[in-house]
């Protein structure tokens, strides 16, 4: 299995070269594409730099197809130069290796001589790769001046703590409008009107409710082999007519059961003439012929009762 290299070989400024490029052409291209409009062809060292822009987060490239990144985006379109060198440094600094060698030689003179020695004994480079890499942090570093004319290699985190908090030209978020807001009473009010319908509903006695609700369903519209009944609110015509038919003895025992079950709620109103029960007699005197005209006699009297 290949050894995974995680470092640039080439120079900043070369996958800076192939970054514009790309974004010259709308920001994405093939890589042949991109090969042609730098005048050369796909070969291993134009492939090396490619690879370079992407360990340097100027590029993605996925099958082939290159694309600039967002860091690249922030360089281009930066402010100012200060701020675009501070990305450009934020660039250089994102192959692992050039931050190790960076804190390695902070505030130190950086052996240029034996660089690609030092790298590949400390720092695990591969031997043909070595002079390559050690040439292309040194020009990476001068470029973004972290390397100043006497080798001296500037401390990256100091510089980090340094710099003022970024920039942003357009205007400030607008506060929300205070006329739109909701009042901060409106929250306890929404709770105290909560347990107002509850307490309205426990004030009232649920047996004051309850007739109400059921006697509604109570009242049928119309018994099967019986006649409609009237309104609740005029209960006498239904007695009167119980009453007359049982003066002609048109209803036998069959009438009295229909007449009890249409009257049900009249009769529990009628509750306390329930103890007169002296209509047991006219049933042993069937026989005699002035038992019919007793009964007749007391229902007319009970029944406006």
């Known amino acids: 299995m290949p050894k995974l290299i995680d470092y640039p070989r080439t120079s900043y400024s070369g996958a800076w070269e192939v970054a514009e490029v790309v974004d010259d052409t709308g920001g994405k ?8 409009k730098l005048n050369r062809k796909v070969s291993g060292s134009f492939k090396a730099i490619v690879g370079s822009a992407v360990k340097f987060g100027l590029l ?3 099958r082939e197809l290159l694309a600039t990144t967002t860091l690249f985006r922030r360089i281009k379109h930066a402010y100012d130069k200060q701020e675009e060198l501070v990305f450009h440094r934020e660039a250089f600094l994102t192959p692992p290796l050039f931050t190790q060698l960076c804190r390695k030689f902070r505030s130190r003179e950086l052996p240029v001589a034996m660089l690609d020695v030092l790298l590949m004994r400390e720092f695990g480079v591969e031997e043909i790769n070595a002079q390559g890499v050690s040439k292309a942090f040194v020009d990476g570093a001068r470029m973004v001046k972290l390397l100043d004319e006497h080798n001296i290699i500037a401390d990256i985190d100091q510089l980090a703590a340094q710099l003022p908090p970024r920039r942003e030209l357009a205007s400030p978020t607008p506060a929300p409008n205070v006329f739109r807001q909701l009042p901060l009473p409106s929250e306890p009010e929404t709770e105290e009107s909560d347990p107002d319908p509850t307490d309205d509903f426990d ?10 609700a059921t006697l509604l369903p109570q009242q ?18 239904a007695a009167t007519t119980d009453a007359i038919a049982s003066l002609f003895g048109l209803n036998g025992s069959g009438s009295n059961a229909a007449g009890t079950a249409l009257n049900g709620p009249a009769l529990t109103k009628a509750s306390p003439a329930a103890p007169e029960k002296p209509i047991t007699p006219p049933t042993s ?10 009964r007749l006699f007391r229902i007319q009297l009970t029944g406006p009762a």
Request: some cysteine.
């Open 29 to 36: 291209c093939a890589l042949d594409t991109c090969a042609r």
């Open 60 to 62: 993605t490239s996925k």
């Open 285 to 294: 005197a069937q026989g005699t012929g002035t038992a019919p005209a007793e």
């Open 220 to 237: 049928p519209a119309f018994v099967a082999g019986s006649k409609p009944l009237l309104p609740p609110q005029r209960p006498a015509p």
């Open 203 to 212: 004030d009232e006695p649920l047996e004051a409710s309850r007739p109400a």
